[in-house]
Structures are given as C-alpha cells and as structure tokens.
C-alpha cells in the first residue's frame, strides 16, 4: 500500500483545514488507518484512528471535538478533518495503514505516507 497525504497549508488560529490520504492498490478497505504528527523537536504523537469500515474511531485527548477522521473506501481515501486549529496543532501530519486497529500504537501501523505540513499562525 502506497500513500499520499495531502491537504497542509497554513492557516490562523480558529480555522480549519482537512487533510486526504489517498492509498493506492484495491485493498484499502482491509486497513484500518491513522493520522499521527510530528512538531519539530518532538516525538511523532497519535492523532486519530478509524477501523476499517469506520465503524470504530479512537482520538488522542488534545484533539478530541476539534478533529474528525472519516474514509471513503469507494475513494481508497482517508480524512482529517481539522476544526478550531491552535498553533500547538503546526506539525507534519502523517497518515497510516495497518492490518489491525492499533488505535495510538504506532508499531502497529504497516505503511506511512510522506507527510504533509500544517501551520498554525497565533
């Protein structure tokens, strides 16, 4: 599985942003995915994760009610949609794949995509 995130850009405090992972192959929806962040000079944190009809969701504490994670398996697509941005939510967002729900435990993540970036300006 390949993917490609996209959807970053810089936006000010309070607005939104939403975020694409396009995965390649026709197996998309047999992976649970996630979204996960890296702020310069911090460790990579969990963000969001959602099972593989999207039935089941799990989101890190910082951006509960703020942040959305849905898919469109007919698109091979996953989304974050990202609500009341704050500039402690800037980091490079990366999207991933696993074969089964792993929730926050990114061991269990099999594919990552490249990233991409998000500022946000106070």
């Known amino acids: 599985v390949q993917l490609q995130a996209s959807g970053g850009g810089l936006v000010q405090a309070g607005g939104s942003l939403r975020l694409s992972c396009a995965a390649s192959?026709?197996?998309?929806?047999?992976?649970?995915m996630g979204w996960f962040r890296q702020a310069p000079g911090k460790e990579r944190e969990f963000v969001a994760a959602?099972?593989?009809?999207?039935?089941?969701?799990s989101y890190a504490d910082s951006v509960k009610g703020r942040f959305t994670i849905s898919r469109d398996n007919t698109k091979n697509t996953v989304y974050l949609q990202m609500n009341s941005l704050k500039p402690e939510d800037t980091a490079v967002y990366y999207c991933a794949a696993g074969a089964r729900f792993s929730g926050s435990y990114s061991p269990g993540y099999d594919y990552w995509g490249q990233g991409t970036q998000v500022t946000v300006s106070s």
């Open positions: 959602i099972s593989q009809r999207g039935g089941t969701t």
């Open positions: 192959g026709r197996t998309f929806s047999s992976y649970f």
